[in-house]
């Protein structure tokens, strides 16, 4: 039973950090119908980005003197950072193509998340990067289980961020923006919202949750890795569809599911095949009901 | 060309603006706490040069001004191709296949490792664009039946001895059983879904490979696979058949050569037939085609079915190649280099993906210096080429023509 329970809190640590990337999936297929295949990739780049920034503010000396305003400073401007990538990835491989056929948009896609990962691999090293400090030391040991202070901290940071996307999405003109482009682009263009400026934003905003996710599984494992982003976007894309593709409380929960399924099966079934199970989750989802758990009708050209 | 400028002059400035922005905190924050700007700039640097030749150029000829030396050389190609054209098609063939038969008498042992290769991926593109090109279906996991094929033609010699000639047959029959087991629960799905699950489908097929212990030696490989052997006439002490291995490496550059050609005569054979017609009908409308009375479930299927079998042969091939598979040689990477040989050449068009396969094999030998950027300019490649030319360097010819076309 307390192994049940040490996997479940290590399911909900990592689900979370799945659920982050997911979002960014699902928040782009709401506003173009397209999967963004380079999200992967945003998320490699912000693990790598907190190393750098982590390192420097080591360097410079700040880390000991304001650890707090430090971590906080790298988290932000990475997720900027990603948020300003994703935008220019936006207009490089989606916008020149917002009329082509849905391959063509795929494959340029794919192009990008081929060349941004083999530009982090030019710049920084094939090698793994490890993360220069442990966010938190020590763990809590309450009967026979052990949560370490940093599976709280990311759990805590998960909820903050997802509950601030949802006020972002269901309380401000901008999410409302948002959400009138995902729905008809050109009625919404007719009430004087610049699509192009919503997709760009959709883009950034994501790419600012996977940046997030780097970070954390970074300090979580410990090191990062340029091809690192590969994986987990194919987990978290398999999040975002179990819980129905465009539907943003769907992310979140395909998330936790995902995370949890690949605990338990590492944990009860297999260790080596964990990444399988993910997969089989996706097919079964979409082979029995593509819309997920939360999504409404998809139409048959979609799926 | 002015007011051109300046409409693209902005964006441009914009973007590469934004460029340095990326570069710079990647490689100019250091460890020791300290800023620096010189290698951010030299990289960016060359490629704001590389990108405003390439604008300029493109404008240049855009507006007319390198009319005088363009307008020539095109009517010099138009000849050519004129010329080209007024030789019957198979007497290039006849050219071509006669080219790649005395290849090996005129070139050293490097030269045919590479043109080995260039027509490994032959099969291997060809047998994709069955799948992409022909049926519409993006499939990210090809590669797992280049896998399926090699792992046959391993396991069934190194514990069976069996020879390669039988084993072929029986490698392509598995990948082709294997492109069922992926097709059918995949079938229903169109378009990115189908990508993601084909994707997942490929890892899983790798995964397998790395984790079966038992049956593939995991990470480690198998090693002592036999190369092909034949039976030839021996008068020493009495006449019988002797079995010898073709270990040399210009006899599998014509074994490598023959699987090629195969595979181009029944992709183009495949193409041109009522089969090929339905998978472009499916290709350019699923729902229209299934109206018009295509079976489109069992066509999708045949079409994975039939892409693998050639990535089975490919793959059994390469096995008695290199005579050692591990799963490294079937990784993600592996199958989007294919599909940018395809997309690269052009989809559906069966000239067009030799030569991306050429190219995309030959272009980093040649630039050996180069060869860490390989992906990364896959990757841009593949990217531009999709904004620019979509249908790639030589385009399809449709079968037919399109109501359409007629009215233009």
């Given at each position: 039973m307390d192994y049940f329970i040490q996997q479940l809190i290590n399911g909900i640590t990592l689900g979370g950090v799945y659920a982050l990337i997911a979002l960014g999936y699902t928040m782009v297929y709401g506003v173009i119908q397209l999967i963004n295949f380079a999200h992967g990739e945003f998320f490699a780049a912000g693990g790598y980005m907190g190393v750098i920034l982590l390192n420097w503010f080591i360097g410079r000396g700040y880390m000991s003197t304001h650890p707090m305003i430090c971590i906080g400073a790298s988290v932000v401007l990475t997720m900027g950072y990603c948020a300003f990538l994703a935008m220019g990835v936006e207009k490089i491989a989606y916008k020149p193509l917002r009329s082509a056929s849905r391959l063509a948009v795929l494959l340029s896609a794919l192009g990008m998340s081929i060349f941004l990962q083999n530009a982090m691999m030019l710049t920084q090293g094939v090698f793994d990067k490890p993360y220069p400090i442990e966010l938190a030391e020590g763990s809590l040991t309450v009967g026979g289980i052990t949560v370490s202070y940093l599976q709280v901290i990311i759990v805590v940071f998960t909820v903050v961020l997802l509950v601030g996307l949802n006020l972002l999405?269901?309380?401000?003109?901008?999410?409302?923006?948002?959400?009138?482009?995902?729905?008809?682009?050109?009625?919404?263009?007719?009430?004087?919202?610049?699509?192009?400026?919503?997709?760009?934003?959709?883009?950034?905003?994501?790419?600012?949750?996977?940046?997030?996710?780097?970070?954390?599984?970074?300090?979580?494992?410990?090191?990062?890795?340029?091809?690192?982003?590969?994986?987990?976007?194919?987990?978290?894309?398999?999040?975002?569809?179990?819980?129905?593709?465009?539907?943003?409380?769907?992310?979140?929960?395909?998330?936790?599911?995902?995370?949890?399924v690949e605990v338990f099966g590492a944990g009860y079934i297999s260790g080596q095949y964990k990444d399988v199970f993910a997969f089989i989750i996706l097919i079964a989802v979409l082979y029995f009901k593509p819309t997920g758990i939360m999504g409404e009708n998809v139409d048959d050209t979609r799926v | 060309?002015?007011?051109?400028?300046?409409?693209?002059?902005?964006?441009?400035?914009?973007?590469?603006?934004?460029?340095?922005?990326?570069?710079?905190?990647?490689?100019?924050?250091?460890?020791?706490?300290?800023?620096?700007?010189?290698?951010?700039?030299?990289?960016?640097?060359?490629?704001?040069?590389?990108?405003?030749?390439?604008?300029?150029?493109?404008?240049?000829?855009?507006?007319?001004?390198?009319?005088?030396?363009?307008?020539?050389?095109?009517?010099?190609?138009?000849?050519?191709?004129?010329?080209?054209?007024?030789?019957?098609?198979?007497i290039w063939t006849l050219v071509a296949l006669a080219a790649a038969l005395i290849y090996p008498l005129f070139t050293a042992r490097y030269a045919h490792d590479v043109a080995i290769q260039v027509l490994i991926y032959i099969s291997l593109g060809l047998g994709l664009n069955i799948v992409v090109g022909l049926a519409g279906l993006l499939d990210l996991g090809y590669i797992a039946f280049y896998g399926v094929g090699a792992y046959t033609y391993a396991l069934l010699s190194v514990h069976y001895g069996m020879s390669f000639w039988l084993c072929l047959p029986v490698a392509a029959v598995l990948a082709s059983v294997a492109g069922c087991l992926i097709g059918y629960p995949t079938l229903r799905m169109r378009g990115d879904y189908l990508?993601?699950?084909?994707?997942?489908?490929?890892?899983?097929?790798?995964?397998?490979?790395?984790?079966?212990?038992?049956?593939?030696?995991?990470?480690?490989?198998?090693?002592?696979?036999?190369?092909?052997?034949?039976?030839?006439?021996?008068?020493?002490?009495?006449?019988?058949?002797?079995?010898?291995?073709?270990?040399?490496?210009?006899?599998?550059?014509?074994?490598?050569?023959?699987?090629?050609?195969?595979?181009?005569?029944?992709?183009?054979?495949?193409?041109?037939?009522?089969?090929?017609?339905?998978?472009?009908?499916?290709?350019?409308?699923?729902?229209?085609?299934?109206?018009?009375?295509?079976?489109?479930?069992?066509?999708?299927?045949?079409?994975?079915?039939?892409?693998?079998?050639?990535?089975?042969?490919?793959?059994?091939?390469?096995?008695?190649?290199?005579?050692?598979?591990?799963?490294?040689?079937?990784?993600?990477?592996?199958?989007?280099?294919?599909?940018?040989?395809?997309?690269?050449?052009g989809m559906g068009s069966i000239p067009g993906i030799i030569l991306g396969c050429a190219a995309l094999i030959v272009l980093p030998e040649v630039?050996?210096?180069?060869?860490?950027?390989?992906?990364?300019?896959?990757?841009?490649?593949?990217?531009?080429?999709?904004?620019?030319?979509?249908?790639g360097l030589i385009p399809a010819k449709r079968v037919g023509t399109r109501s359409e076309e007629k009215e233009g």
């Open positions: 999405v269901f309380k401000t003109r901008i999410g409302m923006a948002m959400r009138a482009t995902a729905q008809d682009k050109v009625m919404s263009s007719l009430v004087a919202i610049s699509s192009n400026r919503i997709i760009s934003l959709t883009f950034a905003v994501g790419a600012g949750l996977a940046a997030a996710a780097g970070i954390m599984v970074g300090f979580y494992y410990g090191s990062v890795r340029y091809d690192m982003g590969f994986v987990p976007g194919i987990k978290a894309f398999a999040a975002a569809v179990l819980g129905g593709i465009g539907n943003i409380t769907g992310a979140m929960l395909g998330g936790l599911i995902i995370g949890m | 060309m002015i007011r051109e400028f300046k409409k693209i002059g902005k964006i441009y400035v914009f973007g590469m603006l934004w460029l340095l922005g990326l570069i710079w905190p990647m490689v100019g924050i250091h460890k020791d706490g300290s800023l620096s700007f010189g290698r951010a700039f030299t990289i960016w640097s060359y490629i704001v040069v590389g990108t405003f030749a390439c604008l300029l150029l493109y404008l240049l000829n855009k507006s007319g001004y390198l009319d005088k030396a363009t307008k020539p050389m095109g009517r010099v190609r138009d000849d050519l191709v004129a010329k080209a054209r007024a030789v019957p098609v198979w990508a993601i699950v084909t994707l997942g489908f490929g890892e899983i097929v790798r995964l397998i490979l790395n984790n079966w212990m038992s049956l593939t030696n995991g990470p480690n490989g198998i090693l002592g696979i036999k190369p092909p052997g034949i039976y030839v006439p021996s008068f020493e002490g009495g006449f019988h058949f002797e079995h010898i291995y073709l270990k040399k490496l210009y006899f599998l550059y014509y074994i490598a050569l023959a699987i090629a050609v195969v595979t181009i005569v029944a992709v183009r054979r495949l193409n041109f037939s009522r089969i090929g017609r339905a998978w472009e009908s499916i290709r350019e409308d699923e729902t229209a085609a299934e109206l018009m009375g295509v079976n489109t479930f069992m066509l999708k299927l045949l079409a994975y079915a039939m892409g693998a079998v050639f990535a089975g042969l490919a793959g059994a091939f390469f096995a008695a190649r290199m005579r050692f598979v591990s799963p490294e040689s079937f990784t993600f990477l592996e199958s989007a280099m294919v599909l940018s040989m395809v997309v690269l050449g630039f050996r210096e180069f060869e860490l950027y390989r992906m990364l300019v896959f990757g841009a490649a593949m990217t531009v080429m999709m904004i620019f030319r979509p249908a």
